[in-house]
């Protein structure tokens, strides 16, 4: 079964090759249109670059989990801020699209308090999130600005 599925591996890179190699020389000399820079889905990314990058600036006191720029996600580890000690955050930033929308990002946080030593899960407040998202979509509009020269 693996060697079936290993030929047809082999078959199909050869053929995406092949196109490649095809479409390249197809050119005729012409000079190909220049992409929009500040267009919201210049990315080598999967997702929004404007997001992406607003979002790690933003989250930059945090410390990092994981990031994963083809899926959108970025994982911070608990965060204690040092004027509230018995106190820590969580958060995981998904960018769910390539267009600079508001809806293609969201943000989920997890809180916990120390009491007698334990840490325990405690809620967060929906305009937590809420601001953190914003302050990721301004960042976001401000580097896209930033980039078409406005």
Do not use: H
């Amino acid at each position: 079964m693996n060697m079936v599925r290993n030929g047809r591996l082999k078959l199909a890179t050869g053929l995406l090759l092949a196109t490649a190699t095809l479409l390249g020389a197809c050119g005729g000399g012409k000079e190909r249109p220049r992409a929009d820079l500040a267009a919201s889905r210049i990315t080598n990314i999967g997702v929004n670059s404007y997001l992406w990058r607003a979002s790690l600036e933003t989250l930059s006191f945090m410390p990092l989990l994981q990031t994963d720029s083809n899926g959108g996600v970025i994982l911070t580890d608990w965060y204690v801020n040092p004027g509230a000690d018995n106190e820590r955050m969580k958060l995981t930033v998904t960018i769910l699209d390539q267009d600079l929308r508001a809806d293609a990002l969201r943000v989920a946080a997890s809180r916990q308090t120390l009491e007698n030593g334990q840490w325990i899960d405690a809620p967060v407040q929906a305009a937590t999130t809420q601001k953190l998202e914003e302050v990721i979509l301004t960042r976001a509009r401000d580097l896209r600005r930033r980039a078409i020269g406005g």
